[in-house]
Each structure stands twice: as C-alpha cells, then as structure tokens.
C-alpha cells in the first residue's frame, strides 16, 4: 500500500486541504497515516500558541469532529489532539518473523521505490515540523515585541481654533500627542478656507502675551502634523494660530490669521 509522503503529511497537519479523493481515501482508511498526521498537528498547535500567552485562542471542541468528519478520517484519530488527554495512537506494523522484516514496505511495482516507515523517521519529520514553525513563531513574536515596545502617546491638550473676521467661514481644531518619551507633536484640522494664489498657510505657536511666536511649519492639506520644538513650555506658548502668508521672504507673521485659539490641559 502507497503511503502519503512526509511533505504531504506535514502540510495536511498545518492545516492545508488534501491533495486528492484518493489521498482523503487512504487518509481514512491508514491508521499509520492517521496517526501521524494528529501528532503532528498537536506539534504544530503547541508551537503556534507560544508566541505570547492570550495571542491565540484555543479551538473550540467542536472543530477537531467536524475536521473528522469532513476527512472521513477513522475513529483511531477521533481524539482532538488539541486536548491535552489526546493520545497518539500507535502505529501499526505488520507482524515480524525470520521472512518478514520489522519495519512495512512498499513493493517496487506500486511505487517505484522502496518506502520504509518506521517510527524514527516519521520523528525525524516532526522535528523538521517543529523547527519550520519555530522559524514562523519567531517571526511573530518579534512582531509582537516590535509592537509592544513601539513608544505609544496620548492627547495632553487640545483647542477649537475660532475664525477670524476675514475668515467666518473658517473651523479649525488642535490637538497636542506626547509619546512615552516626552516627544510632542501638534495636529491641526482647518476646513472651510480658501488659499488664494501666491499664499501659503503657516501654523504657529504664540505665547499667551502675544509678543513672542514661533513658526512651526507650513500647512499644505487640511490636516498636518508638526513637532513642537523640545524645550517649549505650551503651558507658556499655549495660543495656536493658522494664518494666510504670502511669498515674499518675510519670515514674520503676515497679521491675516484664519484661526486661532488656547491650548486647553484639562
């Protein structure tokens, strides 16, 4: 009898679909087969559930019956090998004697090839197994870990940047992020303004008494993200202002604001 060969095996184990009916067919019918395509889904199902503890769910009961079933696969294999209590069951070899050797093979007019299975290479297969999916477990983990140590930030502040006269039209929010690291960075949000040709935008902070700004940068779209300068106290440069600044080298607020408001902490 042709056996399934370890590759087909191996990914039937990792879930893949059967090849054929007629693979399906031996599948049900070989009980060595069987067997170690459970054994190697439990070495597969161990290996993807240790990337980090609460990443993966366990299966439901059910799954492993309904695999069965579909399968058509025999009640030696029925335990789920995802239970902790699933037993491989043996493999079964033909009964040795002084004309019959110890281990199952296959006549060369079915095959081609002499094909012996014994229990040390079907093993040798599970430790290949189990290797290729360490390489996919350490791939997740470091997924994992890249996530868990990317530097996350929260909202310190934010304002509702109100139109000026020239500008009834205009709406504007800001809203300040700081990271883990103490990085800040400003976002602003301005609809409802129109860019004449030859001007630009330009966002600003401006300390609380108006006599001091700081330009951080040129707003193209309706959103743009910029960084506040380390050593800026907001609690100080707490005014946001978004103003129209025509292309004439003047580096100084141009007076036309669109937009502007006060940082709120609460």
């Not at 006269?165 to 690291?181: L, N, R």
């Not at 800040?184 to 040709?197: A, I, K, N, P």
């Not at 108006?210 to 193209?220: E, H, M, P, Y």
Request: aromatic share 4%; hydrophobic share 40%.
């Amino acid at each position: 009898m042709s056996h399934l060969d370890d590759d087909q095996i191996a990914l039937i184990a990792m879930g893949e679909p059967v090849d054929s009916e007629a693979d399906a067919t031996h599948l049900a019918e070989c009980t060595a087969c069987a067997a170690e395509v459970a054994e190697m889904s439990r070495v597969a199902l161990v290996a993807r559930s240790s990337v980090a503890d609460g990443d993966l769910e366990t299966p439901p009961t059910g799954v492993w019956s309904r695999i069965h079933g579909e399968l058509h696969l025999s009640d030696a294999v029925a335990d789920d090998p995802a239970s902790p209590s699933a037993e491989v069951p043996a493999v079964h070899t033909p009964p040795t004697s002084a004309n019959v050797p110890a281990q199952e093979t296959v006549p060369a007019q079915e095959t081609g090839r002499l094909r012996p299975r014994t229990r040390r290479r079907s093993r040798a297969t599970i430790w290949v197994l189990a290797a290729s999916l360490a390489v996919i477990v350490a791939i997740g983990a470091g997924v994992w870990i890249a996530r868990t140590l990317a530097p996350t930030s929260a909202v310190i502040a934010s304002a509702e940047l109100v139109a000026f006269p020239d500008h009834p039209d205009a709406v504007g929010q800001a809203e300040v992020d700081a990271d883990d690291d103490g990085r800040r960075t400003l976002t602003v949000r301005l609809e409802g303004d129109q860019l004449v040709d030859g001007d630009y935008r330009e966002v600003w902070l401006i300390r609380d008494d108006g006599k001091a700004l700081i330009s951080l940068g040129v707003l193209d779209d309706e959103s743009g993200t910029f960084r506040v300068p380390d050593g800026v106290d907001l609690d100080e440069y707490r005014l946001v202002d978004i103003s129209f600044e025509p292309v004439d080298g003047d580096p100084a607020h141009s007076g036309d604001s669109i937009v502007r408001g006060e940082l709120d902490f609460a």
